[in-house]
């Protein structure tokens, strides 16, 4: 293969007109496909069906400490619950607080009590001129969508293979009393499926923030989302590391088995010290008499324990691997060497990153939207939906069957090529 | 009988020393009675374990529109739960959002909405000086939490049988730009069991308020929560009487299954016109992806219909009468005539209001206490906790049983005796 760069002006033209042909073809096949979210595949969801036999008409409803999961009461979930979603962040159970359907939901409300209350005492976030969050891009929209949607200025830290630019955060987050947080997804990250090193994570605890209400937004949303038996990333648990810094109040971390049982109907949980428990609940006490512990107990009768939820989430990685392995081998096989696109090779989660050349990244979304493709907006991945080199794309390979992931591939890099080629062109043009 | 106030100092000297030896009595029984709250009782809740059979492993998981509710989406919920929820508040779906697992949370997250982003377009309320809420007192104690929680100021507004007095809330509400809200109960009121009338419903869809971004909470927690076939409350829809009064924005209206199904296990809807649905979905689509329709289509295949939801609710009044009765007949057969205590005699919801002589309150929820049995706290039926006249207190029946409530009623009447005695001889003694 040569790399595009080295065609001439004539081989590019050549090279489009073939490629406008069968995008024309592809055209007409009338795809319907969407690879634009996260969402879970039917089969994967079928698997998780049983759950709604854990409990029926002739089930004790009491807790193993006689809590009845029908009536109010236990504002921060039923002990079993605590246990196994501690065990899935790899915390503990005394820290936990489990929650509604969505982890979504618990970022939010982290950061609007932080806005109408302070935090542990703070000056509440809306009485401050200005707040500001550190964003490792590419990086999860809904976070960004949540900062923004309270005027939280964002500020764009460049993600590498071992986690976020460690140089970068240390210095904003030791110079700027404005910076109140940082999202990330540390493991199997949101789009790239990176997973933050153990220095990442310690140099995570041992940051020394010029704000005291400073906290780590730390979204596990795939802790035990492993795509291989072989290849599996782990983290060290930023909790202990946070204590052991000193540092044991700069964490509120988040997990749920949205993509574990039901997405929407699952059960979520947060993680962080006993003294922002304490400040938490402040809130939380006002704001619900309690969760669905009903859906706690029913998922804890479900999974019974961590193994039970590692043993499902191999049923899951053997559905999710040959919808990963068909994107990745297609995106071998037609762009290896061509020099117009990398892209990345997780061990697990639900995302790959695309990235293609600069400026391209708007261009082949719509491509592929004209085609019958929705794949997520292109600067979706960054704060403000602003990608500055317009290059990251992120795949989605969850939801479509592999079949079509295949169909879906073959026409993302169709429209990889074609419009890197037009970009090509006109770059020689302009040049 | 004659009224203590008749009673000469030497007669209320006799009649202390007997009620202090039944009282030493009581307290040696080692009762363990909660009345504190409005808890369903165990019966109730094994009534709706149905519930729990109506989805399992075999079921068809689509809405009727198509919708698989093990997936993310449909924020605003399902089709079916909106009719559900609409045609229990009395109102049309398309103004129905259908939402997690508590009205609470939905009011507290209304009250925050505008607080951290306004109503409509209006200046945030964390930006203003000073926001006030109207509280029709005796009234619901976390609603008065959640307006404290954000430093709003409460102003009381007497109760009558027929709601508010509305000539103070019409008067307030035009006059002052600060007043941002009001909080109502308009059936079956917590803690007094009154339902406005239509007028009552009429003048509050008519209101000229000063604020713009004035907002009534009606929250209509007990709609089908009738204790008699024979004598039962209905309200206007505020909705539509806003409408006709080109108030259609005015209202917020929330209601749950939570006294229906399961407590924090239900499903929880707002009502609200179209333009607001609007305003709040800028927050909620940022908030969440979606609540959990697994449960709203739990409750959609067991209950059915309308019809479903009142069939169901005649077998808990079956359960919740003879409760209210055993109150009822005791207090009667016990205090009439001693002119020392009225209370109310509702034809729903979960409550008996319960007025002491003035200055009664406290001491006679502390006897109970000391005598083994837990009463909503004196004071907590008004803002900030302080009932001015220290003499309403909130009998919470629907938690014990019928045997337990006469015991308890026993023990509860003897305390407002024996509190009324003691202030009547001290009354005199200080005269």
């Known amino acids: 293969m040569r790399a595009y760069k080295d065609l001439s002006r004539e081989e590019l033209l050549t090279l489009k007109a073939e490629l406008e042909a069968s995008y024309e073809e592809a055209k007409g096949k009338g795809l319907k496909l969407d690879m634009s979210r996260g969402k879970p595949g039917v089969s994967q969801l079928d698997m998780g069906m049983a759950l709604l036999d854990s409990l029926n008409s002739e089930s004790d409803m009491k807790t193993l400490d006689g809590v009845d999961v029908r009536n109010y009461g236990s504002l921060e979930g039923i002990t079993e619950a605590k246990y196994l979603m501690a065990d899935m962040m790899g915390v503990h159970p005394e820290n936990v607080i489990v929650c509604g359907n969505a982890s979504l939901t618990e970022m939010y409300d982290a950061v609007c009590r932080s806005f109408t209350h302070g ?34 200025e964002m500020i764009n830290v460049p993600m590498t293979p071992q986690g976020p630019d460690m140089d970068m955060v240390e210095k904003l987050v030791s110079e700027d009393e404005a910076i109140k947080g940082i999202w990330c997804v540390p493991k199997y990250s949101n789009p790239q499926g990176y997973s933050y090193s153990d220095e990442t994570v310690r140099r995570f605890a041992a940051l020394k923030p010029a704000a005291k209400d400073f906290r780590i937004y730390w979204d596990n949303a ?42 929407g109907a699952g ?22 008499i309690g969760y669905d512990k009903v859906n706690q107990l029913r998922h804890v009768r479900f ?97 479509p069957t592999p079949e079509e992931m295949k169909q879906a591939t073959s026409l993302f890099v169709l429209c990889v090529k074609l419009v890197s080629v037009e970009k090509l062109l006109a770059d020689c043009q302009g040049a």
């Open 119 to 152: 935090v542990m005492g703070s000056i509440p976030w809306c009485k401050l001129d200005k707040v500001k969050f550190l964003c490792p891009v590419p990086g999860y929209d809904r976070h960004f969508a949540i900062t923004q949607h309270f005027g939280i």
């Open 222 to 263: 795939y802790a035990i989302h492993h795509l291989y038996e072989d290849r599996q990333d782990e983290i060290l648990d930023i909790l202990s590391e946070c204590e052991k810094a000193g540092n044991p109040d700069m964490v509120y971390e988040f997990c749920s088995t949205s993509k574990v049982s039901f997405s």
């Open 267 to 288: 059960i979520a949980a947060m993680a962080t010290s006993k003294a922002n428990m304490a400040d938490i609940r402040k809130s939380l006490s006002i704001q619900t």
């Open 303 to 399: 999974f019974k324990d961590y193994e039970g939820l590692k043993a499902h989430m191999r049923k899951h990685a053997a559905l999710m691997r040959p919808k990963f392995e068909a994107v990745l081998g297609i995106l071998s096989k037609e762009l290896d060497g061509l020099g117009i696109g990398s892209w990345t090779n997780p061990n697990g989660g639900y995302f790959i990153s695309f990235e293609a050349m600069d400026g391209c990244a708007k261009a082949i979304v719509a491509k592929c939207k004209e085609a019958g493709m929705v794949l997520t907006g292109a600067g979706a991945t960054f704060p403000y939906g602003k990608d500055p080199k317009d290059s990251n794309i992120r795949i989605a390979p969850s939801f």
